[in-house]
């Protein structure tokens, strides 16, 4: 797998994390828990996905933490033979932050829901990613409450009727990608519960990326919201309801024209800003849009994000939107405190005697009298 | 120069209010007088008292700030109830203050503001300079603003800028009029505004001139001395709670060999612990500034889990929002230190008074049955071994503590006597390395199996091979940990998290009764900051003759192991608290001991005067005799409090 990130010098995500020469296999990932999910979730495809990836990270088991909140998807960490915190509802990243901070030598993801992520945790989201801490977010996203059965999401189309919105439900849904690229992520893709392939090659891409990556998945609920992304999904429509973005590639989708370009092209849209969806036939090559996930400025990945249906999801684009270098928080905090440590107690050296004498030095500082 | 000899009158204590608007400079001005009284060698005790608004309209009684210094030529324990010396910069600053004062105080006044505006908006409607309302008092007027505006006229400042030099001309007078050494503020100023010279000069130059008006002048006839105080051998030093707080979190992280991990939210009385611990990186110490008080605890749990000690620092109503981490913590069993200094509630209450009414929350403000044991310092200098103190409790017993402070013992500030190193304890973290259940092909690694002794459960941390676990808010099964929703197990797993608690009862102290004579009936309890006053209170009521017991709890949860037989000696127990009696709720539900209570919530401490009235009453009853605690239970400047 590579985690070559095509930007000069960027250090990858899991660069401080120690590897491992022995085999793995996804079976070493797999705990000994029963996976408790109802049949035909989505969430068994993620499972299953990620455990048969982490090998492939090279990394040493030990150093890998899974943390997350409270939801279907929230118990993914009970299923994985990692360190793993199934913590309180919204502050996973919270708790993610702090042991990303503390330990530049862990691989830190985090597994949240629409819920979890974006309803009860949504401060916690959005100020993880504007730091920029050092962790992947796993969002799976069915656009439904799951665990407590059934109640509309921040995700839900308005209007949509549940056990709490019997005549429909007032709230206008969130877009996860275009939040996330609001607060700046520094890296932000959407990807399929059921394209496993497509789902690997962006958990790669995340996991490589230093910095807070942000993954939203599209995530089946077969019991309370079964058939939510059927439009991306099905083989008879899926070409022209999913916008594939890979960078540098130009925008194209919908049915294939004969020089293999989809018959449906992205432009940019001079009357507002944004980005519009045109047939390809009737724009010149040089006017369809190439793709720039490590464009700056991150308004083009913003205008891509606004053409994902915000009713039924018969339009969404899938790639990776945005893959930025950017200084991260936890590598800015440690050589903080690297910096302000005397070179006498350089991390490793036992430095007790000299951490005393510093200690006593310090509260015996400032203005003192002596009593005999 | 040759000045008439001032008579010089030896006096063994003083209380001091400098008193004025929020942007006189009063924290300042009475700071300093604390340092230069610290190094003169006398035993102080400080009282900050300043409004929530930073700026506050100008003039108004909201507006006014003060700061007052208690300093003796013997051991205090107070700030002092009544001030022998007001320093009122305007008219709301006396107007404000003069109700606390007892006959006789001298009043300082700056005449400078007292313009028929500034009457107005403090609300007088006749000059009370002009007239006999201050007759009782020993008043002088000075135009402390116009002879400092003089005497920096050579720095060509601003007319604004040369008043608001005024407060260093008020502490100059007065530290002529006390005797106070005053070439630590001179280095102190030099140092401040070492970057713009001419108000570094002003400064200096109001400071002395301030003092030098006390020499001159015939209005001050006399200079007062308040010797310094014989206190126990050792080094000391001027502290606040919030800065003993702090040191005492980096002491503890070096004692345990942890770095220390500050997740928190800054909030009115207990942001100065983080700006504090921010400075200290040197130590290994990191301070998270999240984005609410949730992430703060919640990245103090992350930390650690990743073998750092957590610490969250909050006052009330933090608390009440990170009560749901605090309770993942007591599930997950990691070290946690969260820190109240509490302010007057509820809601947002009064951020800048202090208060004692989180006791209750501390103990069961969680759902579920989830202990968590609680520390209290007893003074700002108790706060160092406070904190060491929990971080001691969370670290080997791997459990989340609370740690009250409050905001008088957070502002408030008294010689220290600075510990040497090898007085703290030294704390194991005692790191979990090796599997634990079975043996060879079938080993283990159970994250819940306990140490008999403490019944602690084994830290494993990210990175240690072999060791990986999950952890989490589910209920636990015993030993293996994996999620257990069995009753019985439930049901032992809440027992066994409060016995967990219910132990540490084994490596906290006896709780201590000072009662000298041995004849006591009534027993006086108190916890946190109330030590001052309620100390004083009783040293009043001794004086007068009578016997009276005195213990104070630094272990709210669990109470010492003798503390109910403790109890059971006394026929009655007075338990004065700033709230409305919460430990004496704990003490009757626990020990079934009717403890009486002495409560105030005015946002200010308790008075030692009021308190050895209290006391009396019921030294009183129980003894079925008219208590009369005479001049020892009145204010005056001979008694030793």
Known sequence: MSTDLGLPGLRSGTELVPTTDQPQTGKDFTSDQEVRW?????????????????????????????????????????????????????????????????????????????????????????????????????????????LTKGQYSPTSETGKITKSTPMGSLDHPFNPVS?????????????????????????????????????????????????????????????DAIIPLVHGEPVTFGARLEDGRGAKALVRDTATGGVKVVATADVAAGDILVHDAHNEDPSTAFAISRLTAADYLDQSPIGIFRQVERPTYDDAAREQVAAATPASASPGDDDTADRAARLAALIGGGDTWTIL | MTQPAKQVKQLDRVIIRFAGDSGDGMQLTGDRFT??????????????????????PQGTLPGVSSFQVHFADHDILTAGDTPDVLVAMNPAALRANLGDLHRGATIIVDTHDFTARNLTKAGYTENPLENDSLAEYALHTVDLTGMTVEAVKEFGLSRKDASRAKNMFALGLLSWMYG??????????????AKVPDIRDANVAAFKAGWNFGETTEAFAVQYEVKPAVLPPGTYRNITGNLALAYGLVAGGVQSGLPVFLGTYPITPASDILHELSKHKSFGVTTFQAEDEIAGVGAAIGASYAGHLGVTSTSGPGVALKSEAIGLAVMTELPLVVIDVQRGGPSTGLPTKTEQADLLQAMFGRNGEAPVPIVAPQSPGDCFAAAVEATRIAVTYRTPVLLLSDGYLANGSEPWRVPTIDELPVI???????????????????????????????????????????????????????????????DFMVRTRQAKVDRIAESIPLVEVDDPSGEAKVLVLGWGSTYGPIGAGVRRVRKAGYHVAQAHLRHLNPFPSNLGEVLEGYDKVLVPEMNLGQLSLLLRAEYLVDAVGYNHVRGLPLKATDLAHAIGELVGQAEGVDVELGVWGEPTQKEHI
């Open chain 1, 38 to 146: 109802c049949p035909g979730c989505g969430d068994y495809a993620v499972l299953k996905a990620v455990q048969s990836f982490l090998p492939d990270l090279g990394l040493r088991r030990e150093n890998i933490v899974f943390v997350s909140g409270i939801g279907c998807s929230s118990r993914f960490p009970y299923y994985l033979d990692t360190y793993g915190m199934h913590s309180i509802h919204g502050r996973a990243p919270s708790i993610a932050t702090g042991i990303a901070t503390a330990r530049e030598d862990l691989s830190v993801w985090v597994v949240t829901g629409d819920g979890d992520a974006l309803s009860i945790g949504g401060n916690h989201l959005i100020h993880a990613l504007r730091r920029n801490v050092n962790m992947t977010i796993l969002l799976f996203n069915n656009r439904i409450y799951g």
């Open chain 1, 179 to 239: 939040l996330a690229l609001g607060a700046e992520a520094s890296f932000v893709a959407r990807t399929i519960d059921s394209d496993r392939k497509h789902l690997t090659q962006v958990l790669a891409a995340a996991a490589a990326h230093r910095g807070t990556s942000l993954v939203e998945i599209y995530q089946n609920c077969p019991i309370f919201n079964d058939g939510a992304f059927d439009a991306i999904k099905s083989p008879d429509t899926k070409a």
């Open chain 2, 35 to 56: 340092q230069e009284t610290a190094a003169f060698g006398n035993d102080l005790v400080t009282l900050p008292n300043f409004p929530a608004e930073i700026r506050a």
């Open chain 2, 180 to 193: 106070r050494p005053g070439e630590s503020t001179i280095d102190f100023l030099s140092r401040k505004f």
């Open chain 2, 428 to 490: 194991d973290p005692d790191f979990a390395t090796e599997k634990n259940h079975g043996s060879g092909e079938d080993a283990e690694f159970w994250p819940y199996l306990r140490d008999e002794k403490t019944l602690a459960r084994p830290w494993a941390i990210p990175g240690t091979p072999g060791l990986e676990h999950r952890i989490g808010g589910l209920e636990k099964g015993d030993g293996h940990g994996n999620i257990s929703y069995d009753p019985a197990n439930h």
